[in-house]
C-alpha cells in the first residue's frame, strides 16, 4: 500500500517536531519544508535554548533546507508550520521565495498578517490544517506557564 503524502501528513510532521519544542520547554512551534514530495529540512523553536530570539522554527528550517538544496531559495517547496510565522519569520520568507506556506494555526496577535508583513508574490498560502491539533499543543504549553 502506498501511503498518501498529503497536507496532512506533512503537517503532522510539523507537528511532531512543535511537540519535541514542547518537550524542551519551548513554545511549542514546529516546521518542515517539502520538495519534490520529500522533507528536505525540519525544524522547531529553540529561542531557549540557543537563547536568540530569532532561532524560530521557520528560521531553523529555512536555513536547514538552504543547506540542503545548496542555495538561498525556496522555490518549488512547501513549507508546513504549525502557526502563522510572525512578521520576521516572514520576512525571511520573503527572501526566500517560498512557492507555498501551509499554516495549522492563525496568530491573531503576533502574526505577520496582524503587524502588516507580507510574503513574496508568488508564494501561495493555506491554512486550518490541524488547527484545533496546533491550537491545543500552544494553549496547553501556555496553561502550564500560567
Known amino acids: 500500500m502506498i ?9 503532522k510532521k510539523a507537528l511532531a517536531e512543535a511537540n519535541l519544542a514542547f518537550e524542551r520547554d519551548e513554545i511549542p512551534v514546529g516546521a518542515v ?11 522547531h523553536n529553540l529561542t531557549e535554548m ?9 528560521m531553523q528550517t529555512i ?3 538552504a543547506n540542503y538544496l545548496g542555495g538561498k531559495f ?4 512547501t513549507m508546513y508550520v504549525t502557526l502563522e510565522p510572525c512578521q520576521m ?3 525571511a520568507l520573503y527572501w526566500s521565495q517560498l512557492s ?15 503587524m502588516g508583513a507580507q510574503l513574496h508574490p508568488k508564494t501561495t498560502v493555506e491554512f486550518g490544517i490541524l488547527e484545533a491539533e496546533s491550537a491545543s499543543l ?3 504549553f501556555f496553561k502550564k506557564k500560567r
Open 3 to 11: 501511503e498518501a503524502f498529503d497536507d496532512s501528513y506533512f503537517m
Open 63 to 65: 536555513t536547514a533546507a
Open 33 to 43: 519544508v517539502v520538495s519534490n514530495q520529500s522533507i528536505i529540512a525540519r525544524g
Open 138 to 140: 500552544l494553549k496547553e
Open 100 to 114: 507555498r506556506l501551509v499554516i495549522a494555526a492563525p496568530d491573531e496577535h503576533r502574526g505577520y498578517r496582524k
Open 50 to 58: 540557543l537563547t536568540d530570539v530569532t532561532a524560530h522554527a521557520e
Open 74 to 77: 525556496l522555490r518549488d517547496c
Open 89 to 91: 519569520c516572514a520576512g
